[in-house]
């Protein structure tokens, strides 16, 4: 699966992309195996967990940190540059005297191709 993910088809995978794709690949498995092994390579720090509202978590391989732009009409996740500079992370540590250890922002808009399609209304697909 890692693998799998690393190969950049796509950006974040649902336990449905990755359990049809590994069966492209001649990988035979049930979809119970893809959650354990998914569920394990985030609990491991392998891969970040995503979870949206629409009910589908997502995961990607662990690397350098962005945020993600969620498609309202194409449903995927496109990456994005970090919108929270780290310096404002350590004010509010130094405000609250809390310790952040990670986020996670997720905008939710039209990916560009959706955009340029001429998608303006945002309405699922």
Excluded: N
């Amino acid at each position: 699966m890692v693998a799998l993910m690393a190969q950049g088809e796509r950006h974040a995978w649902t336990l449905e992309e990755l359990h049809i794709a590994l069966g492209r690949q001649g990988h035979a498995t049930d979809f119970s195996s893809v959650f354990r092994a998914a569920e394990k390579l985030a609990a491991d720090g392998i891969t970040r967990k995503i979870v949206l509202d629409d009910g589908r978590t997502r995961f990607e391989p662990v690397g350098v940190h962005h945020d993600h732009l969620y498609c309202t009409r194409c449903h995927e996740l496109v990456p994005v540059p970090c919108l929270i500079e780290h310096e404002r992370f350590a004010a509010l540590e130094r405000a609250t005297g809390a310790a952040i250890l990670d986020h996670q922002v997720v905008l939710r808009g039209l990916c560009r191709d959706c955009r340029e399609r001429g998608s303006e209304s945002g309405a699922p697909a």
